[in-house]
């Protein structure tokens, strides 16, 4: 799968998965990503580089390094 569908997977899931009190990890956003229908390889390292793609535009993503916890989207 493209990395801009990627991309806009990982919005959906950060959108519908998660919150504050939702806090989503490393391992179950590789796993939902996966189950849309993720490239089978994905990994840490291009969610990584996909959380940095939307944070750049504009997304606002709570990171592990702010929460230590995980990931989600602020509304």
Excluded: C
Excluded at 27 to 36: A, G, H
């Amino acid at each position: 799968m493209p990395n801009n569908v990627n991309a806009l997977q990982l919005l959906r899931i950060l959108e519908q998965d998660s919150d504050e009190n939702n806090i989503l990890t490393m391992p179950k956003i590789t796993s939902k990503l996966k189950e849309s229908g993720a490239s089978p390889s994905i990994d840490r390292r291009a969610v990584y580089s996909l959380i940095n793609t939307l944070i750049d535009f504009g997304y606002d993503i709570s990171t592990y390094s702010e929460n230590k916890r995980g990931y989600y989207l602020r509304t």
